[in-house]
C-alpha cells in the first residue's frame, strides 16, 4: 500500500502542473503578443517564443528559433505589402500531468494596419510549455485557407 504523503505528493504535482488560471494565462499571453505585433513591438513579440521556436508558415515555409520567427514579422521592403497578423484563440487545453498546453484558433492578415482589410486569413494551432511561472510558445502551425486581393498573389510551398 502506498503511504498517503506519497499520494498527497503525487495528488499536489498533478494540480500544480494544470493550474485553473493556466488557460486563461496563455490566453493573456497570446493577447499580449498580438498587441506587440500590431504595435510593430517585435523584440516583445519575440518573447512569447522559446528560443528553439518552430513555426510552419501558413504557405509552407518553415522556420526555426526565435530570431527567424521575429524576422518573419519584419516589414518587407516596398513596394510589397505588409501584413499585420493576429491570432484569435478558439481552445486552449492543459496537460493535467505536464507543463504542456495545445491552443488552436483562427489567425487573419491584415492589409498595412491592425484595422486594415483581411487579405489572408486560416487557422493554426500551437504548443506551449511552462518554464517557471511563465507560458511560451515551442511551436506553431499555421494554415492558410482563404484570401483576397493581394493575400492571394503568393504562392504554397509545394
Not at 493573456?28 to 498580438?34: I, L, P, S, Y
Not at 514579422?73 to 491570432?87: S, V
Amino acid at each position: 500500500m502506498t503511504p498517503w504523503w506519497v499520494l498527497l505528493v503525487v495528488v499536489t504535482a498533478t494540480v500544480a502542473a494544470a493550474a485553473p488560471a493556466d488557460p486563461q494565462a496563455i490566453r493573456d499571453a497570446r493577447t499580449a503578443q498580438n498587441r506587440a505585433i500590431a504595435s510593430a513591438d517585435l523584440d516583445r513579440a519575440a518573447t512569447f517564443w522559446t528560443e528553439d521556436v518552430t513555426v510552419r508558415r501558413a504557405l509552407g515555409q518553415s522556420l526555426s528559433g526565435r530570431e527567424a520567427a521575429r524576422k518573419a514579422l519584419e516589414p518587407p521592403p516596398a513596394p510589397a505589402a505588409h501584413l499585420i497578423y493576429q491570432r484569435v484563440t478558439k481552445d486552449v487545453e492543459v496537460s493535467p500531468r505536464w507543463p504542456l498546453a495545445f491552443e488552436t484558433g483562427a489567425w487573419e492578415g491584415h492589409l498595412g494596419t491592425l484595422a486594415g482589410p483581411v487579405v489572408i486569413a486560416g487557422r493554426y494551432s500551437a504548443q506551449w510549455v511552462k518554464r517557471g511561472e511563465q507560458w511560451l510558445i515551442r511551436s506553431e502551425v499555421f494554415v492558410a485557407l482563404t484570401c483576397g486581393g493581394v493575400g492571394c498573389e503568393a504562392a504554397a510551398v509545394p
